[in-house]
């Protein structure tokens, strides 16, 4: 159960598209439903079992308290991270929503160790399945090698633009480095919050053409963008996984990147990049110099991300797991 179809490029709306694809794929019947949720619809439909986005808390919460009075069906959340750690206003009250929502569930399947430890400070106990996001979603070319740039290098961040993945604070770092040969790119939705956009391109202006934002790119452009960087940051203030860390890694990029969420999961630092708490202008310009300064120190970084490679989860590997999961709260087939 998602807010609308999923065809949102997003990582979260990935996850959801690639487990129904999966679960399709082993014969079973999914239906998704997407908002206004209708009661009428899952009782008419004989839903077996019900996977929720928490993305949709609050209209879930209303849908399940309701539920559970008329019909008896195993619900299980999905989340992917949890929305009362974003920065802004209403902290407490989204906390105390998303509380309520978990509450009205029976399992949790969640994307990382992280997440799964941002559920448990709620106070929730609930069954709870960690399925890592697969990302052979891309398919770098087998014989690529990556070699460290001499002199110049080629900066990349990907994510929605909105204020929480931080791109201010990296923008702001970068002035104080504006001597070193260096361009970056910005890669994703510019529609979420045009507000935000409009104040990075005017922080942006300084830095004449050395800063782009490209808006969103296909996964067949992405993975070229991945492959003609030298690398990748991610200075954001929350993270429930963190997927295009590991879409970097899978691409032999070294990384930057906030100490938060699932992040520490998938590089060590000092191994596959560098990790930096996160809103720490000054940790994150020293990471950066250090590698402006000497180009040649990513490669043994490059060398790490080639060791990890092999052990990212596939798709295949995550819906095997959910699937396993699911088995323990339904009788044969089942919808979703």
Known sequence: MVY????????????DRKIVEYLKDRRYEMLVY????????????DVELLIEDKLCHEDLLIFNLY????????VIALVHYLKYLEPGPQKEKTKEKEKEFLRTCDAVIVNSAGTSKEVEKLGIELPTLIAYPGCDHFAPPSEFKRRPPKRFLKLLSVGNLIPGKGFHLFLDALVELSDYPWELRIVGDETVDVHYVESLRRQAQEFGNRVQFPGQASPKELSQIYLNSDLFILPSYFEGYGMVVAEAVLHLLPTIASRIGGIPEIIQSGREGI??????????????????EHPKRLEPFIEACALRRPSLP?????????????????????RA
């Open 34 to 45: 997407t908002f206004p949720f209708e009661i009428a619809r899952i009782i008419k439909d």
């Open 314 to 334: 596939t798709w295949e590997e995550t819906g095997k797991l959910i699937e396993n999961f699911l088995s323990r709260f339904r009788h044969g087939r089942f």
């Open 4 to 15: 609308e179809v999923l065809k949102d490029q997003s990582g979260g709306y990935l996850y």
């Open 67 to 74: 539920l559970r009075k008329v019909f008896h069906i195993p």
């Open 275 to 292: 990790l930096v708490p996160p809103g720490d202008k000054s940790a994150l310009k020293q990471a950066l110099q250090d590698f402006l």
